[in-house]
């Protein structure tokens, strides 16, 4: 799979990646909009371009208020998000070129006020997805939103991420329409977060089509 060009398709609003981005997007701004005064947070896994976090931002009246790191491993996504920050003059933006399933990539930014897993649990096995879940409760901060991505294609396992970050202490803040072939969620801590252990792996990022043909 090449990740680069597989973002050409967020050009189109009308996409399926398009609408989904615009979602994120409005829970994202919702996410800041509410947050409490003062600095924030942000950490986002597999974050590709960074265009919803960064798209966010740039024109949000407390983008100086949010500190964000970008977990990204292809290094021509990292230079687009880079390129993106840059020119949104976002400096407390930072893209790392890494493996986002390490949890080493975020030391000193967890717990965080707003945690990003979008086009991620589509990408990894079941077992993996309730793994990335239950890191969560590592990543975010009490009061924090997850904000998180999953196709619906059958056997359709949003119900399932939706029930296994609730037996977690997330409270389900909103989900999009079962009739939108991307979900996407958003879900507010609600526990007290633990602490994230150095030198571990969160998943195995295996991508869709390879699960697909799987």
């Keep these: 799979m090449d990740w680069h060009s597989w973002h050409d398709a967020y ?7 398009g609408r989904r981005l615009s979602l994120v997007q409005q829970r994202i ?22 265009r919803d976090l960064i798209g966010v931002l740039s024109g949000h009246p407390r983008r100086d208020d949010v500190r964000a790191r970008l977990v990204e491993l292809d290094e021509r996504n990292v230079a687009a998000a880079r390129r993106t920050a840059d020119a949104a003059g976002l400096k407390q933006v930072e893209v790392v070129a890494g493996d986002a399933a390490s949890t080493d990539q ?14 991620t649990l589509g990408n990894v096995s079941d077992a993996d997805v309730e793994r990335i879940l239950d890191y969560c409760t590592r990543l975010c901060r009490t009061g924090g939103t997850l904000v998180w991505t999953r196709n619906r294609r059958s056997p359709d396992l949003v119900p399932q991420v939706c ?27 609600t526990g007290e977060p633990r602490p994230l252990v150095p030198g571990q792996r969160m998943f195995d990022f295996v991508g869709y089509d390879v699960l697909r043909r799987s």
Excluded: K, N
């Design 11 to 17: 050009d189109s609003p009308d996409s399926h990646l």
């Design 29 to 50: 701004r919702l996410a800041l909009d509410t947050a409490p005064p003062g600095p924030l947070t942000a950490v986002s896994l597999c974050a590709g371009q960074g």
């Design 106 to 119: 975020y030391a000193g930014m967890v717990p965080a006020d707003l945690v990003l897993v979008c086009g």
């Design 163 to 189: 029930a296994w970050l609730e037996q977690r202490g997330f409270e389900r803040l909103w989900v999009a329409d079962p009739s939108l072939t991307q979900a996407v969620g958003a879900h507010r801590f």
